[in-house]
Every structure is written in structure tokens, then in C-alpha cells.
């Protein structure tokens, strides 16, 4: 801001007391017109007693000046609520930005959560679906086994009827075998005692007729 000159100890002549003045005007026109903030620009570069002089000389600046000063406040002041505005702007759109940005992940949660819902509805009917069917395989199979013992059941039957029929067929073709032997023995033990009655009868004849 200021030039700094070799020595500490330099007078208010010449250029060290405008380079000084400059120096005032821009701490007055950037608003900051306390002694102290003064001292603190100045500090290293001259004398604290003649800072103070210089300050207290130009404290007070002509109207013209002052005008300016005021000018440049009103502009500083329009340039920070120009400021302000943008950062306002700024905010709004980023908040927009970000309920956009937040909208579209909600509709893509929203289709994703959909999608997974229309997956799982058609794993629950393919799941249902399997099991209709496999039911009715179930069904079926279990049909086809009953009627497979019934089968089984009817041809077990069939041939025990066919065994108990051979059975009694030859039950009765033994009995009749039987019957016959016993009719021939009953022939011929019939027989037998004819014969012997009727040799006794001789016998007897011609032992009657002798006497």
C-alpha cells in the first residue's frame, strides 16, 4: 500500500506525507476509519507519532471528498446486495437442483422398488403355478398307481379264482376216480358173495339131494 522507506525515522515532507494521505484515503473509502486500524497499515513503515499527526490533520475530509466517499459507499453497498442477490439466486438453484436431483431418485427408488415388486409377483405365480401342477402330477401319478393296484388286485383274484377252480376240478375228478374204485370194489365184492351164495346154495343142493 505504502512505500516502505529504509529509515524508520523520515519527516511528513515531500512524498512521505502523500504516500501517508493516499494511504488514509484508501482505509476511508474501504470504511475503516479507526485510528488503531490506521497505526496497523502504517506500523514498519514510519513513525507512530507521525502517523497520529497525519491523522488527526486529514480526519476530516472536504465535502467533495466526503461525497465521493459516500458515492463509493452506496456502490460498495449496491455490489454487496448484488452480491447478496447471487448468492440467493445461487442458493435457489442449487435447492432446486437438488429437489430435482431428489425427485428423480425418488421416481427411480419408486421403479425400482415397482420392478422388484412385479419380480417377486411373478416368482410368487411361477411358484404357484409349480405347485398346481406339480399337484396335479401328484394327482395323477397317485391315479395311475391306484388304478395300477386295482388291476394287480383284480388279476390276484382272478387267478386264485382260477387256482380254486382247478382245485375243484380235480377234488372232483379225484372223488369221481374214487367213486368208481369203490362202485368196482362194491361190484365186485357184490359179485364175489353172489358167487359164494350161489356155490353155498349148490353145496347145500347137493348135499340135500344125496341124502
Not at 447471487?86 to 438453484?93: K, L, V
Request: contains cysteine; proline residues 1%.
Amino acid at each position: 500500500m505504502c512505500r516502505k522507506m529504509k529509515s524508520p525515522h523520515v519527516s511528513l515532507e515531500g512524498g512521505v506525507v502523500d504516500n501517508l494521505r493516499e494511504a488514509f484515503k484508501r482505509l476511508r473509502i474501504d470504511g475503516r476509519t479507526g485510528l488503531l486500524e490506521f497505526f496497523a497499515t502504517a506500523r514498519g513503515h514510519y513513525r507512530r507519532s507521525d502517523v497520529y499527526k497525519l491523522y488527526n490533520q486529514h480526519g476530516q475530509e472536504d465535502p467533495r471528498h466526503q461525497e465521493d466517499i459516500r458515492r463509493q459507499d452506496d456502490q460498495q453497498r449496491q455490489e454487496e446486495l448484488q452480491h447478496l442477490v447471487d448468492m440467493r439466486h445461487q442458493e435457489e438453484e442449487r435447492r432446486r437442483e437438488d429437489y430435482r436431483r431428489h425427485d428423480e431418485e425418488r421416481l427411480q427408488d419408486e421403479e425400482r422398488r415397482r420392478k422388484e415388486l412385479q419380480h417377486e409377483d411373478d416368482l410368487r405365480c411361477q411358484d404357484e403355478d409349480w405347485r398346481r401342477e406339480n399337484l396335479r402330477r401328484q394327482d395323477k401319478d397317485r391315479r395311475r398307481e391306484e388304478l395300477q393296484h386295482q388291476d394287480e388286485m383284480r388279476r390276484h383274484e382272478e387267478d386264485r379264482r382260477r387256482e380254486d377252480c382247478s382245485t375243484k376240478m380235480i377234488c372232483a375228478s379225484k372223488t369221481k376216480i374214487d367213486a368208481e374204485k369203490n362202485c368196482n370194489s362194491m361190484r365186485k365184492c357184490a359179485a364175489k358173495k353172489k358167487s359164494d351164495i350161489e356155490n353155498i346154495c349148490s353145496a347145500n343142493f347137493e348135499v340135500f339131494n344125496g341124502s
